[in-house]
């Protein structure tokens, strides 16, 4: 990915949207706009995002918009707020969470993850930040503002794992006395009687008051701070539930050890040891939850640590001096030594050196570097000293752009997640209600008050859903660090599940399937035109073209030596060709097609299996040049694998019939297309999704923007342009075709997984929660144990998380 400034992004409401086809040419118009580098329409708000870069004229929109016939109404740029929130415990937490952030005013989308206890909100630029934390405050989930320019320092989970370990710990010494003189009877004969002859019943009940009320008032506390005041508010969550479960029976048994007299004789039971086992058990999991979920995590640390702290400046005199990474700004010289890892992103200057980017490219070789060629931070250096200049620094810099992107996903919603955000905030209240309702039954059907105590308490604690919470974003966590790891960045999280049902995957040819380092290897001059005239004229044009066809003419020309004429008003034709004027003519160059549209008459003849550009001067034919662009070593391999997993393979390219059938052939692609201008591209995409297709699209230049943008999926090589990555859902960082399949497996495997989870966290409770009401006892079998409802409660969400951590070893083949 090349280096550029952050695009500023403008937002208009957009008029006439009426299906994807007027989006798709909304899009088309706006794209077309100079200075424009994305340009995305969205359907169903009828509104449009630009990403704008130098040359952009705002004032231009308006009538652009109007003559397309999609008149459009500039709106306010919002902006992207990130916080750390407190105080989340289950999926219960997280809806009401994104509610009350989204009552306060200016506040346009707000986005709550609970597997990275962090919100996103979508706002007005002045949005009060202040009116934000008061509501939340007062709603019981505290925000902390994240820095954009910052990293944290400490990892939120780590430190949360080990406070749960610690109130684990102490909450397992306390409880572990009590759950023996309890349970202890059930299992070695003749233990109860020796108890209560040697202590006595009422010290033997004392004691496990003693120790149980230790552990709510101590490690257990952690519940009664949350629970009890969300309870107070009418907005109960899982810490609700654990305090309801575990506080009745702890209060119950208390009435009965100091007055039995207001308990009827059939009910004088003690539940110490459930309200301790309870609480022991639910710290138990969130500890082992708290420990996965920094695992879950560990593609960011990794990626993070690949920055070194310090990098070698050479000073002026040429002396070095070891200085902290803030201190090396732009333009300033590094040097790099054997084993050294890049500080910052440059341009070698002197020396020579291999450099091992599979950080980058997942290509274990070294990559030969040399003065002119770039490096990227975080890669490492094998065996030359070499001196660079630092082209980018800081956030801008290929690693912290990967780095964001990553978190980006990691952070994003599925758009399943918002069904199940619905289900839970209403799951709770039901569940109090189903404990009152069963434990009212039992009290009737048994008379006896401590079995209803024992179903409700075992109703409130099975059914905590704090499995349900995690069962979406623990796995897209996991399943975009392993992307990431692969060299595939998932930009939108939507992308990780609409990439999952994509039926067909069309490549771009030039520098996608191909290396996009084409060589001339033919120059056939018209009558009255020499060779070098012609290489010379089409040279000077394609001085101001990026595409690789161009490098490849310029490339030839200067192996010649040739003289070349000055040019001005260069114009770039997406997908078509280039003009410019010589010498007051204009000429022209690109295909075919181009040509003949503006007017030039071309010789009739075959296309060959080369790629052609053909060159006039006015409406005089000069002839044209063949270049040839190999085949990259493994989009062989790509193209056989994504057919191996059911997905239709096409081809779509601007170039001649020749050499796309070719490649086509070459590949084993049997739907090639050629000819295409980036609107005949987005046509053929149109007429696929027509069919009831999703379609992905891979590209990597300038005139692929539109195209991505329109796919159900767009994926853009990290090699392309930065445009084509702006517009992109996925981004390859390697540059392979071979990344499409990794992006594929990742999102079909992790869409598995979710499913796995939620079939398991819904499964689980729609079982359990009868059982834990008392079904099997209708029909003589047992009541659900308290203790043994929290130990499955614990474990359902402790399932889910090791689940998802499957994906860490995720290997594509």
Excluded at 636 to 658: E, F, K, P, Y
Aim: glycine share 8%; hydrophobic share 50%.
């Amino acid at each position: 990915m090349s280096d550029t400034a952050q695009a500023l992004t403008l937002r208009y409401s957009v008029a006439n949207l009426n299906c994807g086809s007027c989006a798709a040419r909304a899009e088309a118009a706006l794209a077309k706009l100079p200075g424009v580098r994305e340009a995305r329409v969205n359907l169903a708000t009828r509104r449009a995002e630009l990403s704008t870069e130098d040359g952009f004229d705002a004032r231009s929109v308006e009538p652009a918009m109007e003559t397309a016939g999609y008149p459009v109404t500039p709106l306010a740029t919002p902006r992207l707020h990130r916080f750390e929130v407190g105080n989340l415990s289950c999926a219960g937490c997280v809806a009401r969470a994104e509610a009350a952030l989204a009552e306060v005013d200016g506040v346009e989308q707000a986005h709550v993850n609970l597997a990275t206890r962090r919100a996103e909100v979508q706002g007005a630029p002045d949005l009060d930040i202040g009116a934000l934390r008061d509501r939340l405050d007062r709603a019981g989930y505290p925000l902390i503002p994240i820095a954009e320019d910052t990293a944290p320092e400490n990892d939120p989970h780590k430190d949360e794992s080990r406070q749960y370990k610690t109130a684990f710990l102490m909450a397992l010494a306390l409880t572990l006395p009590v759950f023996l003189l309890e349970m202890g009877g059930h299992v070695i004969p003749g233990f109860r009687g020796w108890q209560i002859e040697t202590f006595g019943e009422s010290a033997l009940r004392l004691f496990q008051f003693a120790l149980t009320s230790l552990v709510l008032a101590g490690p257990g506390r952690v519940f009664f701070r949350l629970g009890v005041p969300a309870l107070l508010r009418g907005a109960p969550e899982m810490n609700s539930l654990v305090v309801l479960g575990a506080g009745a029976a702890w209060a119950w048994s208390t009435v009965v050890t100091f007055a039995p007299q207001l308990i009827p004789e059939t009910g004088r039971f003690v539940y110490f040891e459930a309200a301790a086992v309870i609480v022991t058990l639910i710290l138990l999991g969130r500890w082992l939850e708290a420990r996965a979920r920094g695992s879950a995590g560990a593609a960011i640390e990794g990626l993070l640590d690949l920055s070194p702290d310090t990098a070698l400046k050479v000073q002026p005199d040429g002396s070095e001096t070891e200085v902290a990474l803030a201190d090396i700004h732009l333009g300033d010289v590094v040097r790099l030594r054997p084993g050294a890892r890049v500080a910052v992103d440059g341009v070698i200057l002197t020396g020579a050196t291999h450099v091992d980017e599979s950080m980058l490219t997942g290509e274990p070789v070294p990559v030969e570097k040399g003065p002119g060629d770039p490096v990227s931070a975080g890669t490492v250096n094998a065996n030359g000293t070499v001196d660079f200049r630092a082209t980018a620094i800081s956030n801008d810099t290929v690693l912290a752009r990967i780095v964001t992107m990553v978190e980006n996903a990691q952070a994003a919603r599925l758009p399943i997640q918002s069904l199940i955000n619905r289900v839970t905030a209403v799951f709770v209240p039901v569940v109090l209600a189903i404990a009152v309702l069963s434990a009212a039954a039992w009290a009737f059907l048994s008379s006896d008050p401590a079995q209803a105590l024992v179903v409700a308490v075992s109703v409130l604690i099975i059914a905590c859903p704090c499995a349900m919470g995690l069962a979406t974003p623990i796995s897209v966590l996991v399943g975009t660090g392993r992307a990431a790891e692969l060299g595939v960045l998932f930009r939108r999280g939507d992308a990780l599940q609409a990439l999952s049902s994509v039926d067909l995957v069309a490549f771009d040819k030039t520098g996608t399937l191909t290396r996009g380092a084409p060589a001339v290897t033919g120059i056939h001059a018209a009558e009255a035109t020499s060779e070098e005239t012609l290489l010379a004229l089409a040279a000077a044009v394609e001085q101001a073209s990026e595409h690789p066809l161009a490098r490849a003419i310029l490339a030839e020309a200067e192996a010649r030596s040739l003289t070349l004429p000055v040019v001005d008003g260069f114009q770039n034709h997406p997908g078509a060709g280039v003009t410019a004027q010589v010498e007051g003519d204009t000429v022209r160059i690109g295909s075919r097609a181009f040509l003949a549209k503006e007017g030039v008459a071309l010789p009739d003849r075959e296309p060959g299996s080369s790629t052609e550009v053909h060159v006039a001067r006015g409406a005089l034919y000069l002839g044209h040049l063949d270049l040839s662009d190999p085949v990259k070593d493994d989009a062989a391999d790509a193209i056989a694998a994504l057919t191996r997993r059911g997905l239709q393979v096409a081809v779509l390219s601007g170039d001649s019939a020749g050499p796309v059938d070719a490649v086509a052939r070459h590949l084993g692609i049997g739907l090639a297309r050629a000819g295409l201008s980036p609107e005949g591209k987005q046509k053929a995409l149109e007429d696929w999704q027509a069919q009831g297709l999703k379609v992905a699209f891979v590209g990597d230049g300038i005139n692929d923007a539109p195209v991505l943008a329109a796919a159900d999926v767009g994926i853009a090589l990290g090699t392309g342009t930065d445009i084509a990555i702006e517009a992109a859902d996925v981004v390859l960082v390697s540059g392979s075709p071979v990344g499409v399949t990794s992006a594929v497996e990742v999102s079909r495997r992790t869409l598995r997984n979710i499913a796995q989870n939620l079939f398991w966290a819904f499964g689980y409770n729609v079982a359990l929660i009868p059982v834990a009401a008392g079904a099997l006892a209708l029909f003589g079998g047992p009541f659900l144990n308290p203790m043994l409802a929290a130990g499955a409660m614990a474990a359902s969400s402790v399932l889910v998380v090791t689940n998802a951590l499957r994906l860490r070893r995720l290997k594509v083949k």
